[in-house]
């Protein structure tokens, strides 16, 4: 798995820096932060991060859900690999049960939650076959908190499987800044 998971890295910088492209400064704007190392070799903390980037757009009903977890893994240091492959369990087979629980989920917290709703999404109403008519309100707090909830399911996840197989997904540590740059820094 370790080995396939190189190869899939080597290849997208490879195609990340074709001589086509990496001469072009909007390439080079765009790709430089792309191209750090450390956000694509996985360690627990940036594979917990970057799976918890990833599942919460992969709740969020919009087309370019991989492209918004990369640009945000990427500016929280996060693994971007594991950000853009969490997004895909929304598929066109999965996406009708995640909007059925999406809309049962957030007709729930708004009825234990008392939650307000604004009057243009009260009146807001959707139609799905099999299921009827369904208020708009419901779907969109269904989507942000399920998207939460598998968000803060991941870190628990991903560390229990760094538990269990530490082989796989060694724990990195950060690089130690020696004290003389530490109190320049700091000063500064």
């Known amino acids: 798995m370790k080995k396939s998971y190189l190869r899939l890295v080597r290849r997208a910088f490879r195609s990340l820096r074709h001589p086509r492209l990496r001469h072009r400064p909007w390439w080079q704007a765009i790709s430089r932060p792309l ?50 492959a969490a997004c895909f369990i929304s598929n066109p087979f999965t996406n009708v049960p995640f909007w059925i629980a999406q809309i049962r989920l957030g007709q729930w917290l708004i009825d234990v ?3 307000p709703v ?13 299921v009827g008519t369904l208020s708009v309100s419901n779907y969109i ?29 060694p724990v990195r540590k950060r690089p130690v800044v020696p004290a003389a740059a530490a109190t320049e820094a700091s000063e500064i």
């Open 35 to 84: 191209l750090n190392r450390n956000l694509w070799i996985p360690c627990r903390d940036t594979v917990a991060s970057g799976l918890a980037i990833g599942l919460f757009f992969s709740m969020m009903p919009m087309i370019p859900q991989s492209i918004v977890a990369a640009i945000l893994a990427m500016r929280v240091k996060a693994n971007v690999p594991f950000a853009m």
């Open 113 to 115: 939650l008392s939650l």
């Open 118 to 130: 604004p009057h243009f999404l009260a009146k807001a109403h959707m139609s799905l076959p099999g």
């Open 141 to 169: 707090v269904g989507f942000v908190a399920m998207g939460l909830l598998l968000a803060l399911a991941a870190y628990p996840l991903v560390h229990l499987f760094s538990v269990i197989l530490p082989h796989h997904l």
